[in-house]
Structures are given as structure tokens and as C-alpha cells.
């Protein structure tokens, strides 16, 4: 399985970057879809999730109100539209996939995580 992601780049606090991705086809049909993010030095960390077994979405504390999440189960493809962005959101952003889960659950477990992509880079200045 294949996850490509796009959309990131360099935008200025207050800011907004819309992020993309789009899986290959598999063949689990429940699962879960989200993004993660990483800075160099740090852990990587769960910042919104959905899972096609939920009602709503995951989001880390920090991105609540200012990130939406939005999914296309049948298609697997996903978006993540960030607003308000902020300079701590500076990071790889990596799309992940992960069969039979709950959102939450992948959002914090990592290691529940069965695909990952490549990355992609936000930067944001001050």
C-alpha cells in the first residue's frame, strides 16, 4: 500500500495549508485514516485521526478548533485543512493508514499504524 501525500509548504502564522492524501488500493474494509506530524528531536505525534468504525474524528488537544479532518473511506483518500496555523505547527506531516482501528486508538498508538507515507513538509514563519 502506497500513501501519497501534497499540499504542504511555507505559509505565515494566521496562515492556512490544505494537506492531501491518497492511498492505494488494499483490502481491509473498515479502517482508519489520519495524520501525524514530526519535528527533528522529537517524538512523532497523533494530530487528527477518522476511522470508518467512528462517528467523529480524533484531534490533539493543540489543533482542536483550528484543524479539520475529512475522509473519502470508499475512495481512501484524506484532507487535513489547518487554519490559524501556528509556528509550533512546523513539521513532516506524514498520512497513515491502519486496518480494523478505531480513530483515537491510532492516533495514540502508534505502533497500531500498518502504512505510513513519505512526508511532507509545513513550515510556518512568524
Known amino acids: 500500500v502506497q500513501l501519497v501525500e501534497s499540499g504542504g509548504g511555507s505559509v505565515q502564522a494566521g496562515g492556512s495549508l490544505r494537506l492531501s492524501c491518497a492511498a492505494s488500493e488494499f483490502t481491509f474494509d473498515d479502517y482508519a485514516i489520519g495524520w501525524f506530524r514530526q519535528d527533528p528531536g522529537k517524538e512523532r505525534e497523533g494530530v487528527s485521526c477518522m476511522s470508518s468504525l467512528d462517528t467523529v474524528p480524533y484531534y490533539k488537544d493543540s489543533v482542536k478548533g483550528r484543524f479539520t479532518i475529512s475522509s473519502d473511506f470508499s475512495n481512501r483518500t484524506a484532507s487535513l485543512q489547518m487554519n490559524i496555523l501556528e509556528t509550533e505547527d512546523t513539521a513532516v506531516y506524514y498520512c497513515?493508514?491502519?486496518?480494523?482501528?478505531?480513530?483515537?486508538?491510532?492516533?495514540?498508538?502508534?505502533?497500531?499504524?500498518?502504512?505510513w507515507g513519505e512526508g511532507i513538509q509545513v513550515t510556518v514563519s512568524s
Open positions: 497513515a493508514v491502519a486496518a480494523l482501528t478505531h480513530a483515537q486508538a491510532m492516533c495514540v498508538m502508534h505502533h497500531l499504524v500498518d502504512f
